[in-house]
């Protein structure tokens, strides 16, 4: 039953995007296996960025596993549909529980997704990272494949607050979403978590910013784009003015990586 609601809801998300007139193109995906367990590794830009990374995989693997803020639970209408997908609360407070449900679900052969950013990154570069999706990977033996998507910012995301509220939806249609799946990367045994971590800092670095630098997602010629990172002539938040806006675990991997040369 469980996967016949995933596969109606997968196609609830696809009206829903056809609605809009969102064109989500991807590129990468003969990286994501079509069967056996996966950790998906994922940058995170805007809130939807779970429908975006479903429909650029659902050729390839239709039920994946996503782990989501635990607070989506407190509805019960939402609770009932997300144990059903077989999705995982995350309480940052307390990770333990997440951590062993995703480790179950590989063991029995699914795709998982997360976040290991544990937020939204208002400079639009990959913030510190959580060890978790390492240690995951190097305890069950799953590859990870290292995803970017880019597009979905301009749709609902996160930004500077104005009159202490943030930027609302913005229903424009026509909007293009690209989702990129990069090689897969493994964890050896006894591999020191902190430094794959900052190994997967950079390779999603690359990721996002290939998307990034696509001629239809950059800013017209004097475009105010606070949508777009600074570094690379946008007007969002830069790093440091970032840094006081995210809210970042204490335990994550600070950033040795990125933002990469923009010449």
């Given at each position: 039953m469980g996967d016949r609601i995933h596969t109606a809801v997968n196609l609830l998300g696809r009206g829903v995007l056809r609605a809009l007139?969102?064109?989500?193109?991807?590129?990468?995906?003969?990286?994501?296996?079509?069967?056996?367990?996966?950790?998906?590794?994922?940058?995170?830009?805007?809130?939807?960025?779970?429908?975006?990374?479903?429909?650029?995989?659902?050729?390839?693997?239709?039920?994946?596993?996503?782990?989501?803020?635990?607070?989506?639970?407190?509805?019960?209408?939402?609770?009932?549909?997300?144990?059903?997908?077989?999705?995982?609360?995350?309480?940052?407070?307390?990770?333990?529980?997440?951590y062993l449900r995703a480790r179950s679900l590989l063991r029995a052969g699914e795709a998982v997704c997360a976040f290991p950013e544990a937020g939204i990154s208002y400079s639009y570069t990959v913030r510190a990272l959580m060890r978790g999706?390492?240690?995951?990977?190097?305890?069950?033996?799953?590859?990870?494949?290292?995803?970017?998507?880019?597009?979905?910012?301009?749709?609902?995301?996160?930004?500077?607050?104005?009159?202490?509220?943030?930027?609302?939806?913005?229903w424009t249609r026509g909007r293009r979403v690209d989702v990129s799946f990069g090689a897969p990367m493994t964890?050896?045994?006894?591999?020191?978590?902190?430094?794959?971590?900052?190994?997967?800092?950079?390779?999603?670095t690359a990721l996002l910013e290939e998307l990034q630098q696509l001629p239809h997602h950059r800013p017209r010629p004097g475009e105010y784009a606070p949508w777009y990172p600074a570094h690379l002539g946008g007007h969002a938040p830069d790093r440091a003015e970032a840094a006081g806006l995210d809210a970042v675990p204490r335990s994550a991997v600070r950033p040795t990586w990125g933002p990469l040369d923009p010449s």
């Open positions: 007139d969102v064109r989500v193109e991807t590129r990468g995906t003969a990286h994501v296996p079509t069967t056996g367990p996966v950790l998906l590794a994922c940058t995170h830009v805007s809130y939807p960025d779970f429908v975006f990374v479903q429909r650029g995989a659902v050729e390839r693997r239709p039920h994946i596993r996503f782990m989501t803020r635990h607070d989506v639970w407190d509805r019960p209408w939402a609770a009932w549909f997300m144990e059903r997908m077989q999705h995982v609360p995350v309480d940052r407070a307390a990770p333990a529980g997440a999706v390492a240690s995951l990977a190097r305890e069950t033996g799953v590859p990870v494949v290292p995803v970017a998507l880019w597009g979905g910012q301009r749709i609902y995301s996160v930004g500077r607050p104005v009159g202490g509220r943030e930027p609302p939806p913005d964890v050896a045994p006894g591999e020191d978590l902190t430094g794959w971590t900052r190994g997967l800092g950079v390779r999603l």
